[in-house]
């Protein structure tokens, strides 16, 4: 992997609304490497990897979410590369479960 890395929490209604699915068909569009899980307060966080221009309009998109979602606030860090470690093994991209 070579690019940036950013670790992204996602606000509102997001949880129960296909949004952690519609984060998966977007990155494999984007061809970003990461994992997307929910979290027990009811956000979703998320680590995107890749080219820095794709990783920011793929960001962009969490703003948005997909049309049954209501995002209040994206919380967007720099990450590092233990983050993508929590991923499946042999898997580019991975809908983790709840922490």
Known sequence: MSGTIRHVTVKG???GV?????VE????????????????DGSVEAVFAGPADVVTDMIAA????????????????SGTPDMLKQRRTAERFSVLPTV
Do not use: F
């Open 13 to 15: 209604r997001v949880q």
């Open 18 to 22: 296909g949004y952690r699915a519609w």
């Open 25 to 40: 068909d977007e990155v494999t569009a984007r061809g970003l490497e990461g994992w997307v899980r929910n979290r027990r």
């Open 62 to 77: 969490c703003r948005r979410g997909p049309y049954s979602a209501r995002v209040d606030a994206v919380q967007d860090e």
